[in-house]
Nanobody
Framework: VQLVESGGGLVQAGGSLNVSCVAF????????MGWYRQSPGKGREGVAI????????IYLDSVKGRFTISRDFTKKTVHLQMNSLRPENTATYYC????????WGQGIQVAVSS
């Protein structure tokens, strides 16, 4: 599975951004997908994960109520809508697919200015 991200960018605190990921896959996306992020000097952390059925969803506590993950199975995409962004949300965001082996996107930059 190849994952290609788009979106991201620079926004002021309180603003919104969307990142999207297309899965190039010959199958039916029957696997968990989600988003991780990594800031300089920090480890990679899970932000939002959607189960293979699109119904089991887990969010990082600090983004609950502000970020929303969604999947479009017909377009083989997963989106992360990020609202009320904070400077601490600045990071490189990576799309992830729980395939065997795991698949990762190339990463996309999200920057939030104060």
């Amino acid at each position: 599975v190849q994952l290609v991200e788009s979106g991201g960018g620079l926004v002021q605190a309180g603003g919104s951004l969307n990142v999207s990921c297309v899965a190039f896959d010959d199958g039916f996306m029957v696997y968990d997908m989600g988003w991780y992020r990594q800031s300089p000097g920090k480890g990679r952390e899970g932000v939002a994960i959607s189960g293979w059925d699109g119904e089991r969803i887990i969010y990082l506590d600090s983004v609950k109520g502000r970020f929303t993950i969604s999947r479009d199975f017909t377009k083989k995409t997963v989106h992360l809508q990020m609202n009320s962004l904070r400077p601490e949300n600045t990071a490189t965001y990576y799309c992830y697919a729980n395939t065997s082996p795991s698949a990762w996107g190339q990463g996309i930059q999200v920057a939030v200015s104060s």
